[in-house]
């Protein structure tokens, strides 16, 4: 019988999974100006899901803005997924939500979620998947109070000159930040290391960072069994460490005629790698 070391189990990730942002899709022209190629994302997503139906992963995650615009894209877009052979997760993006008003409240249920925010568990780890959008000027149903919300937060960005002071970007709840907590504090004491996914960055600082950044550095930077922070939302990718959590954002999709973006996370006990495809690059977390 062959004898396994323990280095080379050390050497084999607990589990792997892949990543898409932004695809973006609609059956649109392209903007050229933004190097935007709304209506070329089938392709680069089926071409995705090829690479990934070739690795042993657990899930693939998409993070965020499946669509440019209108209700109607989700039907070209989603059944790409269908050849997926694995599992799929999506969370919502700001672009998610470009669609006629009475389809606002329908959103996550066609996009098969099971809640617009949710936790998964794998091998010793968390993976906690938020939605970025729930107060702001474009998700919400007419009327609901986080509209409200969000105008008078953005006012107040605004108003104090902050970079981020974008009606693109949204923020959590209150609600929803504190189920954030809880999970975090779930996971201490489980013992369990944690990813957080969103569709909005919040480090480095940038224009395109959700309005509760502050609140989300200052939480996860400040508990070490957060290893990294993932999301999409600025396509040209970025990278920033506080503390120990890596915050990693992934680049867009949707952004050059031809040439793809995506990865695929491997996830050990000392580290997480990252093997980019296309655009994105490849990069070792240490943990």
Known sequence: MTQISE??????????????ADPQYAAIAPRTDMDRYYANSRAKLAEAIEVFNAEDLSFVMTLGDIIDRDFKSFDD????????????????????FAVAPEHL???????GMPAPYFSLAKHGWRLIVLDGNEVSTFA?????????????RLAELQAAGAVNANAWNAMMSDEQFAWLEKQIEA????????????????????????WDREKIIHLLSNAPHVAAYFNGHNHVGNYGMVGTCHFVNFKGMVDTQSENAFAIADVYNDRIEIRGFGREEDRVLAI
């Not at 409240?105 to 996009?111: G, I």
């Open 77 to 96: 877009i989603l059944p790409v997924y269908d050849a997926l052979k694995h599992a799929n997760f999506l969370l919502l993006g700001n672009h998610d």
């Open 140 to 152: 919400p149903p007419v009327g609901h109070p986080h509209r409200d919300l969000a105008a008078a």
């Open 7 to 20: 280095t080379q189990i050390s050497d084999r990730p607990l589990f792997r999974f892949g990543i898409v």
């Open 105 to 111: 409240a329908d959103v996550s249920a066609r996009l």
């Open 187 to 210: 996971a201490a004491s489980e013992g369990e290391r944690v990813i957080v996914m969103n569709h909005y960055p919040v480090f480095p600082p940038n224009q395109h960072d959700c």
